[in-house]
């Protein structure tokens, strides 16, 4: 199935034309037949030659219900352009055509009607002309009769020949269903309708709300009237929903694939059209069945930012028309260039991002992103509309690989810096790099982390053998000659103290292997721990914790945390009489 939209000036017997091609009534208001008037968007469908269907979207022509008209052609990307032969190009027409034209329809044809009643030839002319400035580019033309049926053959044929044409949509990508209809059916609940340009959707699929971001069910599906379990794109569908008020819903509203769409309500857009400097701060911006109103920021000469009155679930590239409704102007054609975009509080904020904005095209472009954002979550970059074939650093986190390369070498700074400024302590903690670098997950920090760095008790520390502070180091010497030949004796507190070794500077030894510490104030030099065991093996096993003292010709104060210590490392057990025995 695909879809068409209808377009064209009041009266031109658009909803004739596809009542006289489908046998369907489009106007389904008894107000709209009474007066003989398209009012809102009906819906009609019918099988091509082909053996194809197509479905219509048909739009009212009167300029009070352009807005009506846009909800209908805004997710549709064909358009059947609507003239009657005998008033030619009139002032909806032209509105309808640049409202095509802002939201890039690339894919139409010109009917024009009422052939029955004049020359066709004049009204073709100008239409063609007209068209073929616009996205819509050369279109094929034919003049048709909705009462007689003249021309409805040949319509038909041009019909299938502009389908062939149509992309193929993504039948695996996401689901973003614009509501163009909401009511409630007896027994089922709330219904909504809309035309699936993406994705597929089956009964029992969650979706969430894109208004409040609520998870809603499918309880039911229909497409083109016949209830059915799984609907693929493109297609018009009406989704009845489990437990949902209908309040919740309305036309501009939208289904969507769970956790798969940025919800904005700040975009910086190109305009083609009026120069940005030239738009008015208030309109209003129509973009799949919404309208929102939006403040106007110029940027660029066709760059703007725009502040939405409300959220919506929009991707970058989409399309979208900016328009005065006071007076019917379609004031420009919108392309979403940022659907996340930086704030603008610094001085000159402004301009520097209208130079960025300048080289964006709506093309979502990866390694643009990157370099931009700089570290970005795989995750948030695809509900932006933008494809991720990158590897992530950390987690889910990917990063511009140059940002990322100049970000490990100030880490390393910091790291030698701090070491530097702190030679006490272990290494700096993650958390403090983190916020050095304005990094927004530790564990960003931790993948920075290269050897010779290492990270160790959520600090980052130098590898190699810390190096000790000077001081420190000629302490230790002195230790070293004061009970070399004394090993299991420990300085006294207070010669510690005399040697300038307080409880951080110990640390510092200890971490670099200077010091082996038994108890606070009680240091050992660390390669003692072998000729502790020897000497304890050469005991009569078990063996006493005096005995213990007196073998390694030392104090209570030394050997019972060194018996601990033994205990712990295994190579001692203390049995239940507190004896002792060495261990293998
Ligand atoms: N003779 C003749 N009359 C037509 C033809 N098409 C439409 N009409 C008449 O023109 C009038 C308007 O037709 P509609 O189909 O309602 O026009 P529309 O474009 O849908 O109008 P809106 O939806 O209000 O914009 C009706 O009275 C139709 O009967 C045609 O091909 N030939
Ligand atoms: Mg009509």
């Known amino acids: 199935m695909w879809v068409v939209a209808t377009a064209g000036h009041v009266d031109h017997g658009k909803s004739t034309l596809v009542r006289a091609l489908t046998g369907m009534e489009p106007d389904r208001w008894a107000e709209e037949r009474r007066r003989g008037m398209t009012i809102d968007l009906g819906f009609a469908w019918t099988a091509l030659p082909s053996g194809g269907t197509v479905a219509f979207v048909d739009v009212p022509g009167h300029e009070r219900f352009v807005p009506n008209m846009l909800a209908g052609v805004g997710p549709v990307p064909a358009a059947l352009v609507v003239v009657a032969a005998d008033e030619g190009w009139m002032p909806q027409s032209a509105e309808h055509l640049a409202a095509l034209h802002a939201l890039g329809v690339a894919y139409g044809l010109l009917a024009v009607t009422r052939a029955d009643l004049a020359d066709p030839g004049p009204a073709t002319a100008r239409a063609l002309t007209e068209i073929a400035a616009t996205s819509l580019g050369a279109v094929e033309a034919v003049p048709v009769s909705g009462v007689t049926g003249a021309g409805l053959p040949e319509l038909r044929a041009a019909l299938d020949r502009l389908a ?29 309708t809309g035309t699936l340009g993406g994705g597929r959707l089956r009964v029992g699929d969650e979706l969430e709300l894109a208004g409040t971001g609520e ?22 569908v009406a989704v009845n929903l489990r437990g949902t008020p209908r309040e919740r819903l309305a036309r501009g509203d939208a289904l969507l694939s769970p956790g798969r769409f940025h919800r904005t309500d700040l975009v910086d857009v190109r305009v083609a059209g009026d120069p940005a400097a030239d738009l008015p701060a208030a309109l209003t911006l129509h973009v799949g069945s919404a309208a929102v109103p939006v403040r106007v920021r110029p ?22 028309l900016l328009r005065d409704p006071g007076r019917h102007h379609v004031a420009g054609g919108v392309t979403l260039l940022d659907v996340a975009p930086p704030p603008l509080a610094r001085r000159g904020a402004a301009a520097a991002r209208a130079i960025v904005l300048a080289g964006l095209d709506g093309r979502p472009d990866l390694a643009g992103e990157l370099r931009r954002r700089r570290l970005v979550r795989a995750a948030d970059l695809t509900r932006m509309g933008v494809p991720v074939h990158a590897r992530p650093v950390a987690g889910d986190w990917l990063a511009d690989p140059g940002h990322w390369e100049r970000t490990g070498a100030r880490l390393a700074e910091e790291v030698a810096r701090h070491a530097r400024e702190h030679p006490l302590e272990p290494g700096i903690p993650v958390e403090t790099l983190r916020q050095r670098l304005a990094l927004p997950d530790r564990a960003l920090v931790e993948a920075l982390v290269r050897p010779p760095l290492r990270v160790r008790g959520g600090r980052v520390t130098a ?24 090993p299991f004796r420990a300085p006294e507190a207070n010669r510690l103290a005399d040697l300038g070794l307080g409880p951080r500077e110990i640390g510092a030894a200890v971490r670099a292997g200077a010091l082996l510490r038994l108890a ?25 914790l005096s005995a213990a003292r007196q073998a390694l010709d030392t104090t209570r104060r030394v050997a019972v945390p060194l018996l601990e210590l033994l205990d712990r490392r295994g190579a001692t057990r203390r049995l239940p009489d507190d004896a002792r025995i060495v261990v293998g």
């Open 215 to 236: 998870t809603v069910r499918v309880r039911g599906l229909q497409s083109l009237g016949v209830p059915t379990p799984e609907v693929s794109a493109v297609a018009r």
């Open 520 to 544: 606070d104030n009680v240091v050992l030099l660390p390669d003692v721990l072998d000729e502790a065991v020897r000497v304890l093996a050469g005991l009569p096993q078990p063996f006493t």
């Open 299 to 320: 940027l660029g000469p066709d760059t703007a930012r725009l502040r939405l009155a409300r959220p919506l679930p929009l991707l970058i590239g989409d399309r979208a």
């Open 164 to 192: 062939v044409r149509l992309p193929a949509p993504d039948v695996d990508g996401p689901v973003r269903l614009w509501v163009d209809r909401s009511f409630t059916i007896r027994g089922s609940g709330t219904v909504v």
């Open 463 to 486: 590898s190699t053998v810390d190096a000790l502070p000077e001081p420190v180091a000629r302490a230790v010497q002195r230790i070293r000659a004061e009970f070399g030949d004394r």
